[in-house]
Structure formats: C-alpha cells, structure tokens
C-alpha cells in the first residue's frame, strides 16, 4: 500500500508522503479538530487522522457544515482545520464573508484541488478557475502548494499566521503534490 501511495505521488517508498506532512504540521500546531468532506485525494490523510487519538475529527455533509463548527470550536477555545475538494469550495463564499473574515476566524482549509491538468469535468474546471479570485475578493490569504519540499514550511507558517492574525488561510492542494485524482478510461 505505501509503495503504492508513493507511486501515485511521485516519490520513492521511504521518503514522507504530503498527507504524513499535513497531520504532524496539524498536531504541531494543536489544531484537534478536522471536520472534512470526504474526498478520494484525501482518503489517506482522513484515514491517518481517524487512527489518532489527538484528533476529534468527523464527515459533515457541506462545507459550510464544517467551516461553522470550526467557527464554534475556535470560540470555545479550540483549533480547527476544515478539509475539502474544490467543489466545495464553491459553496462557502458567504459563510466566508459573513462569519470566518468579519469574525476573525482562523480557519485552516485544506482544499484539493480539482478542475486542472487534465480534468474531465467542466464544472470541476469552472470552480477552479473562480476560487483564487474568490479568496483574492476576500481578502484571504491562500497558498498553492505544488512541491512536497516546500509542503510543510508552507503549510506550518500559513497556520501560525492564520492564528496569530485570528485570519482564515487556504491551502490548495495541487495535482503536482497530491497526484491527483486517477482518471479511468
């Protein structure tokens, strides 16, 4: 299985996988609570936070679902992470704008990205081109993470800033991390 998950991104079996960067940067930084949508490109990393006990961690059936509990849990005192596919990502301009940006919120969401480099889906390809601009809109600071040696300072610094500036951070996933979703013939 971890041959096979190393094929699938693009590095050798021993070396540490994007989605074992991701949990070590979420327990570093005390974020306990992963609320996600379910995703294919996800699947390891939901699972690997599943397995650990420092994470309360659940699937919601939106976006907005698990960007509101974020919001609540950040005003009871504890941090979160939100995880989610670009899709959905289409679904949360106003929970944006009218809770995580006026309400200083540091949400940290996890967003992989669909809709480039070789995506069979129009509507995949429409969000994809209106996320960026979406977050710019808003004012969010957001990141593409595209090389697994930059991953984790990426990633760790995008969460410090999101706390100590109480501002909500994306980081989106590229296929050039991930691998991407296996498109069948």
């Given at each position: 299985m971890a041959v096979a998950e190393a094929?699938?991104?693009n590095q050798a079996p021993h070396?540490?996988?994007w989605h074992d960067v991701a949990l070590q940067?979420?327990?570093?930084?005390?974020?306990r609570l992963v609320p996600y949508v379910p995703d294919r490109i996800l699947t390891t990393l939901i699972r690997n936070i599943h397995a650990d006990p420092f994470f309360t961690t659940f699937p919601t059936a939106r976006e907005e679902?698990?960007?509101?509990?974020?919001?609540g849990a950040w005003m009871a005192g504890m941090r979160g992470a939100v995880l989610m596919q670009t899709s959905g990502f289409a679904t949360l301009a106003n929970v944006l704008a009218s809770l995580a940006v006026p309400y200083q919120i540091p949400l940290i969401m996890f967003v992989t990205e669909r809709g480039t480099l070789g995506e069979f889906n129009y509507g995949q390809a429409l969000v994809c081109r209106t996320m960026r601009p979406v977050l710019d809109s808003l004012a969010m600071e957001h990141h593409t993470c595209t090389r697994l040696d930059e991953f984790e300072f990426?990633?760790?610094r995008s969460i410090k800033q999101a706390i100590t500036?109480?501002?909500p951070v994306a980081l989106i996933l590229s296929p050039l991390l991930t691998g991407g979703k296996v498109f069948d013939k």
């Open positions: 094929q699938t991104t070396e540490r996988s940067t979420l327990k570093r930084n005390d974020i679902e698990a960007v509101g509990i974020v919001a990426i990633a760790d500036t109480q501002a």
